[in-house]
């Protein structure tokens, strides 16, 4: 199954050393569902930045 993701939030595998505080239901959702072999899961969120960067 594909499921793709809107979210208001970067997914931990994008932060850019940015200082965070604890998690959030979210980012614990993201860690559950990649659990599943059988999900592939893409996530989609907006951020301003002056460069581009490859998420892993």
């Not at 939030?9 to 614990?28: D, F, R």
């Amino acid at each position: 199954m594909r499921v793709l993701w809107f979210t208001n939030s970067q997914p931990p595998a994008a932060k850019s050393g940015k200082l965070t505080v604890g998690g959030s239901w979210i980012e614990s959702l993201e860690q559950l569902i990649s659990m599943h072999s059988e999900i592939e899961l893409g996530i989609v969120f907006k951020e301003l930045v002056m460069g581009s960067a490859q998420i892993q």
